[in-house]
């Protein structure tokens, strides 16, 4: 596909004090471009405090062939409202307007479920959506179904008496009659913050959910430790390929999942972020905090980010059982020289990072959300996580608001290096600073498209 010209960017207003609705920013990010860098686009949202999170596609790869179907609409769900919010982006590709509002109600009665997350498009031209819970705020793994025609509700797409006691994210491999998803925590507690006390109290994820892609219906739990908060689940693009990898969060590990010979699923961690032994922090021991993962389109990289550490890793993963670290960056996280937390001990650092800075500007907070250009050239990163966590662990964040940074990749031997000249920076808003969630590409990009 051609290079990325703009991006879309969630920007969350929830949580900073300011009563203002999120919004969809359109970033221009061609660097031939007289706004390079600059905000070109604000489609408020019609409401107060949704919490903007993640979006996808109304068609992307799994309807390849099908020439009814256009990539012209972006699904938005609301993580803390549960509203979803269907875009139109088809008319004028740089400035988005609304199409369609799906109110909360709606999905409580028709689904009895609540807090919506992921959206992929299926290749029957349907929308589906996964979900953290039920309308009270109990956990619940379940997932929306929507009319691709229409944006209506058709109902829930799970059947069967079971369920998992939680839900987050979700990526399905047809070929392979399979759909795993993953585990965040139990809404009512995480809404609010990260409490320590909530741990060892069954309130945070621990497994991968295991489904039948034909009947829809739950077959197995893996689990990948008490805690762990398996966030992001990204199976290799291949689509015949039977394995992916998942991020921990708390656990701060990588797993890797795969298929059995006798046909059922695994996991084994391959990847452990040590944690560093800290003094004015939280807790005496500072996880990385894996938030966001990615793997390439040519399945090559695997890229996380550790939003506490504050450090961004790229992976060799022609081995998948033994991925190999081969590019690492600091742009800004929790343990930077000068800062309130002292390390002690460290695994991997033999100093405390330098401040990051870029264009004068000291950034607050620590890497999380990232996208790859097609060419696996460029990788996109910004900074907030959920306002309730950004507004804890980096207070600086909600003050001054996000950023976007580009880092550029070494697609051969691998290597990571900060563009020095790219900077977005979402504390300018008109409307005051904001926090920068998910970045898509209009074209479809590495985390959006599934390939049947």
């Known amino acids: 596909g051609p290079r990325e010209e703009i991006v879309y960017v969630p920007c969350i207003y929830r949580n900073t004090g300011r009563k203002k609705p999120d919004f969809l920013a359109t970033v221009d990010v061609n660097p031939k471009s007289l706004h390079y860098c600059q905000v070109i686009h604000r489609l408020p949202m019609p409401n107060v405090g949704d919490e903007l999170h993640h979006s996808g596609w109304n068609a992307c790869s799994s309807c390849f062939g099908d020439a009814t ?4 609409r972006l699904i938005l769900p609301s993580l803390i409202s549960s509203r979803i919010y269907i875009v139109d ?3 004028n590709l740089r400035a988005p307007r609304l199409y369609k509002v799906i109110n909360s109600e709606d999905v409580f009665w028709k689904c009895d479920l609540g807090y919506p997350h992921t959206s992929h498009c299926l290749g029957s031209g349907e929308i589906m ?3 953290l819970g039920d309308p009270a705020g109990r956990g619940k793994g379940g997932f929306i179904l929507l009319d691709g025609e229409t944006f209506e509700i058709k109902g829930k797409w799970e059947k069967g008496d079971k369920t998992p006691p939680m839900g987050y994210d979700f990526w399905y491999q047809p070929r392979h009659n399979v759909l795993i998803s993953t585990e965040w925590g139990v809404p009512k507690y995480l809404g609010y913050g990260f409490d320590p006390n909530d741990l060892k109290k069954g309130r945070y994820g621990c ?4 489904w039948d892609w034909t009947t829809h219906t739950y077959i197995q739990a893996i689990d990948v430790g008490e805690d762990a908060a398996p966030l992001e689940i990204r199976f290799l693009h ?6 992916g990898f998942v991020g921990c969060t708390i656990s701060s590990a990588i797993h890797r999942f795969y298929k059995t010979e006798q046909g059922d699923w695994a996991a084994e961690k391959v990847i452990q972020v040590p944690s560093k032994k800290v003094e004015g922090w939280l807790l005496p021991d500072m996880p990385g905090f894996i938030t ?4 390439s389109l040519d399945d090559k990289f695997l890229y996380f980010s550790n939003w506490l550490h504050g450090d961004i890793r790229q992976y060799d993963i022609s081995d998948t059982c033994k991925p190999r670290l081969v590019g690492q960056v600091f742009v800004g996280g929790s343990i930077s020289k000068g800062g309130p937390v002292t390390v002690h001990e460290d695994e991997e650092l033999q100093s405390q990072p330098e401040p990051f800075l ?4 000291k950034v607050a907070g620590g890497p999380q959300m990232i996208q790859l250009s097609l060419d696996g050239k460029r990788l996109y990163v910004t ?4 306002s309730a966590w950004d507004k804890q662990f980096y207070p600086d964040l909600v003050r001054e608001g996000s950023v976007m940074l580009q880092l550029d990749v070494d697609t051969e031997q691998g290597g990571l290096a900060i563009n020095k000249n790219f900077l977005v920076d979402f504390g300018k808003e008109p409307e005051g600073p904001c926090l920068a969630h998910e970045i898509r590409y209009p074209g479809g990009d590495c985390t959006s498209d599934i390939w049947v």
Do not use: C, F
């Open 358 to 361: 870029i264009k004068g500007k």
């Open 292 to 295: 966001d993962i990615l793997i």
């Open 129 to 131: 959506i996964s979900t």
């Open 207 to 210: 497994r991968l959910n295991v």
């Open 383 to 386: 900074t907030s996580l959920y």
């Open 69 to 72: 179907k256009t990539r012209n």
């Open 89 to 91: 982006v088809g008319t």
């Open 238 to 243: 291949n689509p015949d390929a039977a394995e």
